[in-house]
């Protein structure tokens, strides 16, 4: 078992300076991604404002809170409430306005709210809401031109005269309009953005397309808030109906419910077909075979290569112990001592063989490491010296001094 070499430096740990210089540009990265992050963070946080868009007590541009306050000031009692079960508790003889933002009902739950309202008002409704209020209506994309015009004999529309800003349109199919719907604010294709439709036994339904005819920044723009104060201002009692998520509807059909019949077979047969062709094409790996590489490198390549790694991180002290370590063997071999003696038992056989300070030879072969290029330059040059004359001394008299015959430490 080899012994340790006595007085040789540790290597040294790299410093937190060090590493962190080592990842400079991976933490500058991290930083960008971060400073991004905040900043949109921060950015939506300033275009959402506070609540959910046509909230009662959202005052940013999207929300609902300035047409919420002036029907409080009209003496119209706003109550919102974000579940089912408190809106057909407060709905009845009131007006409902429903934003189902989140498409969280079911047709069935809008049918329950609307059988317990007077008026129910839909604001940018679903699919579910159309089908369950309003059959024959369908969502007709977004207006094509202005809407200047209310085209309908509804009071509340005539007084609003107009709408501003393009929004979204709904169309009406002539079963609709044979069963009393009424479209107001046609743009040039015929479709409307409000649509009026029958009380005949049931509540007054109003769908309204778009949410800009409620919205804070555009509620002053043309008509829109003298179309929204009166079609939530009839009744004395408003219930702003906003559902939360437990008013979600039930599970929706699974996707093996809404593909055709003979797609899981389809699916089964290529799976069982990609099994049999892995297992008939496929090869088991052999033996692992011993092959020469194709090149040879050399020796002396990967000195240099450690060499450059070494200078490339300025590791001056693991570099003089490797030439610290070769030459104490090759001195260990002049002075007769085997390879694993102790590295002061080789200093001190050399300084008594060179007739030297045992203390300087010691601090040359096993002392601290170097504090700066010059020095490890100086180190370098002086081990080089000392196995010179080691080898000059034990050189038989008349014997060659060609330099070939001894190791050189480079």
Do not use: K
């Not at 508790?89 to 709210?113: F, H, K, P, W």
């Not at 509807?249 to 990609?274: F, H, K, N, R």
């Amino acid at each position: 078992m080899t012994a340790p070499v006595a007085g040789v430096a540790p290597a040294e740990t790299p410093t937190l300076r060090r590493a962190l210089v080592d990842r400079r540009g991976w933490i500058v990265v991290a930083a960008i991604v971060l400073v991004v992050s905040v900043g949109v963070a921060v950015l939506q946080g300033a275009g959402t404002g506070g609540g959910r868009p046509l909230g009662a007590d959202n005052a940013a541009p999207a929300g609902g809170a300035a047409v919420a306050n002036v029907l409080s000031a009209q003496g119209v009692q706003v109550v919102p409430v974000d579940s089912l079960d408190a809106a057909v508790t407060r709905a009845d003889g009131a007006t409902v306005l429903l934003v189902d933002d989140l498409g969280l009902l079911g047709s069935d739950r809008v049918d329950e709210l609307a059988d317990a309202a007077r008026r129910i008002v839909v604001v940018a409704p679903t699919f579910a809401a159309l089908e369950a209020l309003a059959p024959g209506v369908r969502f007709g994309g977004l207006a094509a031109g202005p809407t200047d015009a209310p085209a309908c004999d509804v009071p509340v529309a005539e007084r609003a005269g107009s709408l501003g800003g393009v929004g979204d349109v709904l169309t009406v199919d002539d079963d609709a309009l044979a069963a009393g719907w009424r479209g107001c604010f046609p743009d040039e294709t015929g479709a409307v953005r409000v649509a009026f439709g029958p009380a005949d036994g049931g509540p007054e339904v109003v769908v309204v397309a778009g949410t800009e005819v409620f919205a804070n920044d555009t509620v002053a723009e043309a008509g829109n808030a003298a179309l929204a104060l009166g079609v939530l201002g009839s009744t004395e009692r408003l219930v702003w109906y906003q559902p939360g998520a437990a008013d979600a509807s039930d599970a929706g059909p699974t996707i093996g419910e809404l593909t055709p019949p003979w797609v899981s077979p389809v699916l089964l047969l290529l799976v069982v077909t990609t099994v049999a062709a892995a297992v008939w094409r496929g090869r088991r790996f052999g033996p692992l075979v011993v092959e020469r590489l194709p090149v040879v490198v050399r020796a002396c390549e990967t000195t240099e290569g450690r060499g450059r790694l070494y200078a490339r991180s300025d590791a001056r002290g693991r570099s003089l112990d490797a030439m610290r370590i070769g030459a104490l063997g090759r001195i260990a071999a002049l002075v007769g001592l085997p390879g694993h003696a102790p590295a002061g038992d080789i200093a001190d056989a050399a300084a008594a063989l060179l007739g030297a300070d045992p203390a300087a030879v010691r601090a040359l072969l096993v002392g601290d490491p170097p504090a700066d290029d010059g020095e490890f330059v100086r180190r370098a040059r002086e081990l080089d010296a000392l196995e010179q004359r080691i080898a000059d001394a034990v050189r038989a008299p008349g014997a060659s001094a060609d330099p070939t015959d001894r190791p050189r430490n480079r």
